[in-house]
């Protein structure tokens, strides 16, 4: 008796060790999930196939005659939502990208591994696009069993080339959209239409990324969840005992039995959830890095429990804390704290987009081995830079000023290079000398401050300040 609880307890201790999808030689195990069109399928197949949509459609959709978004690395043009940023706006894109950390880190406290199963691309279009295709020509998890260990035939080879072949053209659709949010749509079309050695490197990227859409749909799947994603493993540090997960009510469901066993609890070990599971995983073990939270096993379980006439939600989304048989405690100091550093990055990231300028202007003093000069007649000459950037979407025209404050204007001179300059969209002018020239006698302790101002085409107007430096007696 004793040897049999140590060998049902080292088979439940086992899956802490090793990977569902890897036997004890090392070799990978296919998994063959089935499908239980339950509650939580048809909802989250609703939600996968807008999301779809929204994949698909935003890259051809234009605001202002622009598209909604691009990120046009290349050439340093970023679009988003109608609204063109260059590269001098790295601030927008650190706060976006912040806000979007701390959302993924509030929201996983929260709800869990929600991003995992009901929005993560690879579940989506895996779980609703490629499998529906495989189960579409190949039959339901026992066919496409039996049809992999069978002997190389006209049928199988049938089914697996056209199988292939509609995941290759689903899979060209996805690579084709991905590669439209960085080049534009009618850069696509370009290529489309044209011979490939027209655009070499962009056909290459294409079909690089179409290569990688068919290998991991069609081959690598849930592995990338199980092996690559880093997000499995860093879950752990936000997740807590109060997060909403999937989790199976040990007290209701053991001892496991039959139905008719009057000491046996509501599990009847029937393994479905097992079996429809993505990943291959059994939710009875309790938490692990495998689950994705799709809620396979909650449509699976649940559809048992109708079945024998037993009380839905043995498998359900749930606390740990209340798995357990606490209560659960919403507000935790960690929520605050995202929250809060949420709420100053988006503020902030709000602000700067409310007062965006058009263009930047900075002027600094030329860093040489004196900070001034004298030229013979006994003036003093300080040299400064100018950095003119274009953040406009159309060609501007720029006029630069400076004075000396408080001094006569008979006193000083100014020569700016380049002065009404014209510059391109998304273009930076650097480098544009100011030279400034003061009569000694003007100086207030070795100093003077100086304005300068910048116009552009359409009246918008930049002033910034500097010191005028000198001798001090």
């Known amino acids: 008796m004793s040897n049999i609880l140590n060998n049902e307890d080292s088979e439940k201790k086992s899956y802490k060790d090793s990977l569902y999808t890897i036997d004890k030689k090392g070799r990978r195990k296919w ?15 609703v939600v996968a196939y807008l999301l779809m949509a929204i994949y698909l459609l935003t890259p051809w959709l234009r605001i202002n005659e622009k598209p ?15 609204k063109t940023f260059w590269a001098t706006d790295s601030i927008f894109l650190m706060l976006l990208l912040a806000s979007l950390g701390l959302t993924l880190f509030l929201v996983t406290s929260l709800f869990g591994r929600l991003w995992c199963g ?15 295709i495989e189960r579409l020509i190949e039959g339901d998890a026992n066919k496409r069993k039996k049809l992999d260990t069978a002997p190389w035939g006209i049928e199988k080879i ?19 959209t991905a590669l439209a949010y960085f080049i534009g749509t009618d850069k696509l079309i370009e290529i489309a239409t044209n011979s490939p050695l027209n655009n070499p ?3 290459s990227v294409m079909v690089f990324l179409m290569f990688i859409m068919a290998f991991e749909f069609g081959w690598f799947r849930e592995q990338f969840c199980t092996v690559l994603c880093p997000y499995a493993r860093f879950q752990s540090v936000m997740l807590d005992p109060d997060s909403l997960v999937i989790g199976y009510d040990y007290n209701r469901g053991e001892p496991r039995g039959k139905k008719s066993d009057p000491n046996a609890g509501d599990c009847i070990d029937c393994k479905l959830c097992v079996r429809v599971c993505p990943t291959g995983i059994d939710i009875r073990n309790g938490l692990q890095l495998e689950c994705i939270n799709c809620a396979q096993c909650i449509d699976a379980c649940d559809s ?18 209340k798995l ?49 000069q004298e030229s013979p007649d006994g003036r003093i000459i300080n040299q400064f830079r100018a950095k003119v950037s274009n953040k406009s979407t159309v060609e501007q025209t720029y006029k630069i000023t400076a004075e000396v404050l408080n001094s006569p204007d008979t006193s000083y001179s100014v020569t700016i290079a380049r002065n009404n300059m014209k510059v391109q969209p998304g273009q930076m002018i650097d480098n544009l000398p100011i030279f400034i020239s003061l009569e000694k006698d003007q100086l207030e302790k070795g100093q003077k401050e100086i304005k300068f101002e910048i116009e552009d085409s359409n ?15």
């Not at 909604?68 to 109608?82: A, S, W, Y």
């Not at 049938?158 to 084709?176: D, E, R, Y």
């Open 31 to 45: 998994v063959y999930p089935e499908i239980i069109y339950g509650k939580f399928f048809k909802i989250r197949s």
């Open 68 to 82: 909604i978004l691009l990120l046009n690395f290349p050439e340093r043009i970023f679009v988003i939502f109608g």
């Open 118 to 132: 009901w929005a993560c691309p690879q579940t989506v279009f895996l779980e609703f696009l490629f499998r529906p």
């Open 158 to 176: 049938f089914k697996k080339a056209t199988k292939h072949l509609l995941c290759a053209i689903f899979a060209s659709i996805i690579a084709n």
């Open 201 to 203: 490197i962009l056909f």
């Open 304 to 321: 048992i429990m109708t079945k024998i006439g037993r009380a839905t939600g043995l498998i359900r989304y749930d606390t740990e804390r």
């Open 324 to 372: 357990l048989g606490g209560e659960r405690k919403i507000i935790r100091p960690r929520l605050f704290v995202y929250l809060s550093i949420l709420l100053l990055y988006s503020t902030l990231f709000i602000y700067l987009l409310i007062n965006r300028s058009e263009f930047d202007f900075d002027v600094l003093k030329e860093s040489q081995s004196s900070v001034y």
């Open 459 to 473: 009246g918008n107007k930049i002033i910034k300040t500097s010191k005028f430096l000198g001798p001090t007696n």
